[in-house]
């Protein structure tokens, strides 16, 4: 009987369809849902709960929000590598709805409620502006990957700013601890540009090795920032505000690009029309 079973189950697993198979790619983009839903439980309890039951540790616990913002940049890299080894091996049925879904928990819902939590946790925030804030992060991050599976853009380009720029820009302006208004007003122009039509090149090549880089380098500041380290604040905020210009200069050069671009075509149409 045991003999059986075993030629029954393996009788099984081979007639499992395709589609229900994971790839090694799914199993790294499965990774990247777990760091974002950890990221949330480190959200709650080392910062939301603390300040809710009034125990010494108040406001923006360094450690839990490092170790939050930590887990949205390891699931920014299995979001890289999961596509990377997709082309290189092999990607099941199911890895575009995976990635999909991972993404909405560790670039929506994760950055919508670590601002839904300063909002309720800063000393000059306003909780119900914040948590509209975050509703409108959550929403561009779901008409992103709803357009992104729907939409078929040129290769190598994405059209607005990519989910995990996005998020990382969202909690570097929360990190910068910068004036409420000015916060909220950076949080919604991220938003903006991630269902606007501006290009994003895809990270591939150099481009893919120096986001990992700054990925990687973004942990160390946490990290130092986490444990204060000597210049620890200054380095994170030297980060964050980085992360926010380079956010903010991209969409420059892509309009630039296409003005140029737009110029050239009519000079192009009128030389053509000329005797």
Not at 63 to 85: C, P
Not at 93 to 122: K, T
Not at 186 to 203: F, N
């Amino acid at each position: 009987m045991p003999e059986a079973d075993a030629e029954s189950d393996a009788d099984g697993t081979e007639d499992m369809p395709l589609s229900m198979r994971l790839s090694i790619a799914d199993t790294l983009t499965l990774g990247n849902a777990t760091c974002g839903f950890m990221a949330v439980y480190f959200t709650t309890t080392g910062i939301l709960i603390p300040h809710l039951t009034g125990s010494e540790e108040t406001g923006m616990a360094r450690h839990s929000a490092a170790t939050a913002v930590i887990l949205m940049l390891l699931a920014a890299i299995f979001d890289l590598f999961d596509g990377l080894v997709a082309r290189k091996l092999r990607s099941s049925p199911m890895g575009a709805e995976l990635d999909n879904l991972s993404d909405l928990i560790s670039f929506g819902l994760a950055p919508a409620y670590f601002v839904l939590v300063y909002g309720m946790v800063a000393d000059d925030a306003h909780q119900r502006v914040s948590a509209l804030a975050a509703i409108v992060v959550l929403l561009a991050v779901v008409l992103r990957l709803a357009r992104f599976s729907c939409v078929t853009l040129k290769d190598g380009m994405f059209q607005g700013m990519p989910s995990p720029f996005g998020a990382l820009t969202v909690v570097s302006i929360v990190l910068l601890e910068l004036p409420f208004v000015p916060t909220l007003l950076a949080i919604i122009g991220v938003a903006w540009l991630m269902v606007s039509r501006v290009e994003y090149p895809k990270p591939r090549g150099i481009l893919a090795v120096a986001m990992l880089s700054w990925i990687v380098g973004a942990m160390g500041l946490l990290a130092a920032w986490a444990f204060d380290a000597p210049g620890g604040q200054l380095l994170l905020q030297t980060g964050c505000a980085l992360q926010v210009v380079l956010g903010a200069v991209i969409p420059l050069f892509a309009t630039a690009r296409r003005v140029n671009t737009f110029r050239d075509n009519r000079r192009e149409a009128r030389a053509a029309q000329l005797p």
